[in-house]
Structure formats: C-alpha cells, structure tokens
C-alpha cells in the first residue's frame, strides 16, 4: 500500500488510564522502530523490532511500556497507567533490513498523546 | 554515553547556501543519516553518508568525516519550502543480539527568509 499509517492521529486520556497506539508499516518493510517527540524536541529511539522480534528493550522509558509485533507487520504500542509525562508525539517508521536500508526509515505520521 | 550537537537554529535567504553541522559521540559507528521535517509532519529520509567523503543528492549534500565524529548537511539554492527542522542521526553500536539503536540530534531549526 502507500506509505506508514498510525493510528489513532490522535489520543486524549485520563491519567491512570491504558492506550494502545497502532503502526501499519509499509508492505515488505520486516524492519519497524517507535519513537518519541516531545514539542520541540527531537525523537527518542524507543524499540526496534526485526521481524516479531525486538531483541533489545532497553529504549522503552519504564515498565508501563510494552510494544509488540505480529505477522511480521502491525504492530502496537501499549502504555498502562498513563502519566502526564508520557504526552507527545508518538513515531513509528519502518525500512527494509539490508545494510544500507536502516538509515532511509519511512515515518507516519504520528499520535499525538496528551495525558490530562 | 551517547550524544549528538547541532545548532540549534540557522536563518539565510532564498537563493543562498546553508551548511548545517551534526558532531557525534557514540560508542560505536555505522553511518550518519539526516532527516527533514516540516512543522506538524513526520520526518523524511535525506542523506546518509556510511563513508568519508561527500554524498550528494540534487540540491542538498551530505559529509561525514568519521576520524573527526563530524558531518554537515549542504542545502544550496535554498527556497522557501526549505524552512523544516533537519535531525542527524546516526545508527550506533550494533547489539549483540542484533538490536538497533538510532540516536537522533536535537535539531536544527532552518528559516528562510524572502
């Protein structure tokens, strides 16, 4: 299809409360990454997946993160007991895996999350 | 640690060329890249320079001095719809397990003026 869809564009929630974020990569892309943007800011490499697979969770700010990927294409990010330090603009990009391949990451065009 | 420095703000004309500089520190290398990104938009792939020299792409120019950990995105013949934020990034070590870890510059912000 066209490019990296997310979803929703955008997210207002109560503090406390569960979301889950949506990225449909870009067909035949195995390679999916999460980013952060703060206003202003610039982006906070969260988790990387290869396949199903994210080797290193190292990136996801605390415990209240989790991401996973099925069938080697959609995948979600999931915050539980949101807080209002978690409001910003949520990235997801996607790239194929040859060597070269990492660098041109493909962007959506991002969640926005405020947490109120 | 990690870290990446650029200006933070650039302003030129249309018409004029603008250098834009991305100094790096990381515990491994394996390739800078740089992206653009308008207000309210997602950002877009630009250049990547994996090795020494200079990569050019239409009107805009990618260099990577690896023994100096520096780079600079070349933007010549600058128009309006330049004027969008410009990230450096680069890929840093490559994990044993065969994560990934992008690092991405603060940003710098380019306004071109008429």
């Known amino acids: 299809g066209a490019g990296v869809s997310q979803s929703p564009s955008n997210k207002v929630t109560e503090k406390g409360k569960d979301v889950e974020l949506r990225c449909d990569p870009i067909?035949?892309?195995?390679?999916l990454y999460w980013y952060r943007q703060s206003l202003g800011q610039g982006l906070e490499f969260l988790i990387y997946?290869?396949?199903?697979?994210?080797?290193?969770k190292s990136g996801l700010p605390s415990d209240r993160f989790s991401a996973e990927r099925t069938g080697g294409s959609v995948s979600t990010l999931t915050i539980q007991r949101t807080q209002q330090e978690d409001s910003a603009v949520y990235l997801c990009?996607?790239?194929?895996?040859?060597?070269?391949?990492?660098?041109?990451?493909?962007f959506g065009p991002g969640t926005r999350l405020t947490v109120t | 640690g990690q870290s990446l420095e650029q200006p933070s703000e650039v302003t030129a004309v249309e018409g004029a060329i603008v250098q834009i500089n991305c100094t790096y520190q990381?515990?491994?290398?394996?390739?800078l890249s740089w992206y653009q990104q308008h207000d309210g938009g997602a950002p877009t792939f630009l250049s990547y320079n994996a090795l020494d020299g200079l990569e050019e792409t239409g009107r805009f120019s990618s260099f990577l001095s690896r023994s100096d950990s520096y780079g600079y995105l070349l933007l010549q013949e600058l128009q309006m719809k330049d004027s969008a934020s410009y990230f450096c990034a680069v890929r840093d070590r490559l994990l044993d397990n065969y994560g990934q870890n992008f690092v991405f510059g603060p940003g710098t912000r380019l306004s071109v003026l008429p």
């Open positions: 990381t515990s491994g290398f394996y390739g």
């Open positions: 067909s035949g892309h195995t390679a």
């Open positions: 997946f290869q396949g199903n697979s994210a080797p290193d």
């Open positions: 990009a996607s790239s194929l895996v040859t060597s070269g391949s990492f660098y041109e990451q493909y």
